[in-house]
């Protein structure tokens, strides 16, 4: 899917233009650089101050779009896991029998099927956050928009989720994270300083330029990269 931003400000960002077709793109920079607000963006939760986002050449309000934040229990609505991953299907009026198995399949690939008949207020930040991206999967997101979610996940659980990304070719996802050797297996690579994109490209190039900085991955220097 063509993600393309031209002439776009918003709060400190400022992108002149934007253009990318990689399946998976990742987004890493200092904190406070506008990694969350240009999320927000492609997501169609913040519209421009000025300028033109669009997806596909929609706009991002258009698309059926996933969101998963660093603090999923903070947009949780329901009290069991069960529901809570049902509730996008269950808004999209699939029929009851479909909704089950597409549960129990999400859970089953993600891991949480023990997790599935228990209050969501008892689960651990790593578990909710398996949840909350359990529930943006379900429904077949076109745009899966992932803010910081590898955070509280231990690596089998980011393992499992990097797996469940790699089954899903239909979906495109956006990413942020300040882990640089997850960054390293995006399709394309964002760096943002000040709001700025300050390099754009595959993680090849893009790290290539940050060698010298702490936004370099430990496992290409410890395999001499
Ligand atoms: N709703 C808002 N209104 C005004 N300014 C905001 C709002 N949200 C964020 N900002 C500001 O925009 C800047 C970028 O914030 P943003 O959350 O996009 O950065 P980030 O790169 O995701 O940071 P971090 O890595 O710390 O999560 C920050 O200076 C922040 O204070």
Redo the contacts with the bound molecule.
């Keep these: 899917m063509r993600i393309l931003l031209n002439q776009v400000h918003h709060?400190?960002l400022d992108i002149p233009v934007l253009r990318t077709d990689a399946r998976i793109v990742a987004v890493i920079?200092p904190?406070?650089?506008?990694?969350?607000?240009l999320l927000e963006l492609l997501a169609g939760m913040e519209e421009p101050e000025a300028g033109e986002v669009t997806l596909a050449d929609r706009l991002p309000a258009k698309m059926r779009v996933g969101w998963v934040g660093e603090f999923p229990d903070r947009t949780m609505l329901f009290s069991r896991v069960h529901d809570e991953i049902a509730s996008p299907l269950r808004f999209g009026h699939a029929p009851c029998r479909d909704i089950d198995a597409k549960v129990h399949e999400i859970a089953a690939l993600l891991g949480i099927a023990h997790l599935l008949p228990k209050a969501t207020e008892t689960l651990s930040g790593g578990e909710k956050v398996l949840v909350a991206f359990a529930a943006a999967l379900a429904p077949g997101p076109e745009i899966l928009i992932l803010d910081?979610v590898d955070t509280h996940l231990d690596e089998a659980a980011a393992d499992r989720v990097t797996r469940a990304l790699r089954s899903r070719p239909e979906t495109t996802v956006v990413l942020?994270t300040q882990n640089m050797d997850a960054a390293a297996e995006a399709d394309h690579l964002l760096y943002?300083e000040g709001g700025r994109v300050l390099l754009s490209g595959t993680p090849k190039e893009v790290f290539a330029e940050l060698k010298a900085t702490c936004f370099y991955p430990t496992l290409w220097r410890m395999e001499g990269c």
């Design positions: 709060r400190l920079g904190n406070g650089s506008g990694k969350t607000t910081e942020c943002l």
